[in-house]
Each structure stands twice: as structure tokens, then as C-alpha cells.
């Protein structure tokens, strides 16, 4: 079933992604009230009417897609914890992050996209990461590489001897123990800044505009678009155990994910250092 769907006609999947973000998203950008803005858990903790509005559009035809598929969304996980659970199940299972950047989005700024991912028993299998305000789309298929607005991309490598430059969680949203491996990225040759979306950090790493992100926090909506996204452009990850990072959790944190496996060495290493 799952490797017919992917022979298939994918961009229903992707009409489908812009369909949500026109119906749901886009009207309501620099146009929301202030009842649509609710915090979840604290004020850097956002979601508004267009994210749960967006994900009941997603869920509806996400799954018409893919008769027998599951959606694991931000927002009904938020209501019902155990639906992460079906990421280890045996139906394909739709990722999906319906406002990815949710506090841009509020401030009516462009940096904010839609994310949604095929996974099936904790493998990534496509990706589309939908920046609505910039009219980009960006779509990866395990083993077919990645591309943005049809157009093939490539990580590449940065140029010998320039500092790299990570996006990275910002340290005061992290346990102690994750600070201090975050604040070892604030060493000689690196230039390291808190993250903005991820989805769109991650999109930068893909087309090579920057080196690396390092995240403390795996929640599978908000990573598993992108690395697929990243390592269908030629680039890598890796957690803090030097392992890949796994959807379904239990991550030793931080991980990175980067234009070429020299970067994530040398990223690993300065957060080791850091810790």
C-alpha cells in the first residue's frame, strides 16, 4: 500500500498542503483577533485558530489520500497525548505541524511555514514544508533527492575556513545539562543564533544558505520534515550519542543536522565540549 501511494501521483499531496494554507492560514495572516491566539504552555507556547483549523483540513484529506493512514499532529497531540503513539505503530502516519513558526505568525511576520511528513514504522519516507507567505515549496522523497519549487537542491559544504553558522535552540527554554552543550556552539569558528522556525531553518540548511541547526527538542512535527528534507540534499545528522535521530523518541539531546558530515562532526564535538 505505502510503496504504491509513493509510485504515485504525490502532488495531490501537495495541492492538498496548499490547499490548507490557503483556506485556513493565509486569511487569517496579520488578520487574527485577539480571542484566535491561545498560550498552551506559557507565552512562548502559541497556538492560534488558523494552526487547529489548518491541521482538521490536513487530517481530513491527508488521510483521504492514504485510505488506512494516521495523522500525529502538534495540536491533537496537545488535546490527547497518546496519539504520538501511533508513531510506532504499523499504519502510515502523517506528521503534521500546521503553523511551524506560530510566534512569527502571531507577530504577522513571513517566517513561518506548514510542515507535513509520511512516515511508516519509523521510517521517513516524503516531506513537504510549505512556506505559504513566500510561496515556496519544498518536497522531499527518500532516495529521489529533494527540491524547492521543482527545482533540485543541493546542501553542499561550506567554504574551507569560513565559521559555520547554526541555528540553535534558544538556551533558556532547556534543562541545565542542555544549556551548557548548546552554549559550547558559542566558540571560535562558529556563529551561532537562536532559531526561528525550524522548518524553515532546515529548509536553509538544504539549500545551503546555512551550516547547521542544533536542537534540544524532539518533537516529531517539528523535525521530521526537515531532516528528511536535509539528508535528500546531500546532508547529515546526528544526536549527541553520535546516532541518528529517531521519530519516535527517546533522543540523546541535543542533535544537529547539517550540510555535510564534516559540520555535523564538528558540531557534535563543540556541544560534547560544551557538556
Not at 485510505?67 to 495540536?75: A, D, F, K, T, Y
Not at 504577522?108 to 516524503?126: I, M, N, S, Y
Not at 519544498?138 to 553558522?165: H, Q
Request: charged fraction near 25%.
Amino acid at each position: 500500500m505505502i510503496d504504491e501511494f509513493l509510485a504515485g501521483d504525490l502532488t495531490e499531496v501537495e495541492a492538498a498542503v496548499r490547499a490548507a494554507a490557503a483556506a485556513e492560514i493565509m486569511p487569517r495572516f496579520r488578520q487574527l483577533a485577539a480571542h484566535e491566539i491561545v498560550e498552551k504552555n506559557g507565552p512562548h507556547d502559541l497556538v492560534t485558530t488558523a494552526d487547529r483549523l489548518a491541521e482538521e483540513n490536513l487530517t481530513a484529506s491527508l488521510t483521504g489520500l492514504l485510505p488506512g493512514s494516521v495523522v500525529v499532529g502538534e495540536e491533537a497531540v496537545h488535546a490527547d497525548p497518546e496519539v504520538y503513539e501511533a508513531l510506532g505503530g504499523d499504519a502510515p502516519v502523517w506528521i503534521v505541524d500546521p503553523v511551524d513558526g506560530t510566534r512569527q505568525f502571531v507577530r504577522g511576520e513571513a517566517g513561518f511555514c506548514t510542515l507535513v511528513a509520511l512516515a511508516h514504522r519509523g521510517e521517513l519516507l516524503a516531506s513537504w514544508t510549505y512556506a505559504a507567505a513566500r510561496d515556496e515549496m519544498a518536497v522531499a522523497v527518500r532516495g529521489r533527492g529533494a527540491t524547492l519549487d521543482g527545482e533540485r537542491i543541493r546542501s553542499g559544504s561550506p567554504a574551507p575556513g569560513d565559521a559555520l553558522r547554526v541555528a540553535m535552540s534558544h538556551p533558556d527554554y532547556t534543562t541545565d545539562a542542555q544549556k551548557r552543550a548548546l552554549l559550547g556552539l558559542r566558540t571560535e569558528g562558529i556563529e551561532a543564533r537562536p532559531c526561528g522556525s525550524a522548518g524553515l531553518e532546515y529548509l536553509a540548511v538544504a539549500r545551503g544558505e546555512l551550516d547547521a541547526v542544533a536542537f534540544n527538542w524532539e518533537y516529531a512535527w517539528d523535525h521530521a520534515a526537515g531532516l528528511l528534507l536535509v539528508a535528500e540534499a546531500g546532508g547529515f545528522e546526528a544526536t549527541l550519542s553520535g546516532v541518528p535521530f529517531r521519530i519516535t523518541g527517546g533522543n540523546a539531546l541535543p542533535f544537529t543536522a547539517a550540510r555535510d558530515e564534516k559540520t555535523v562532526e564538528r558540531v557534535l564535538q563543540a556541544l560534547r565540549d560544551g557538556a
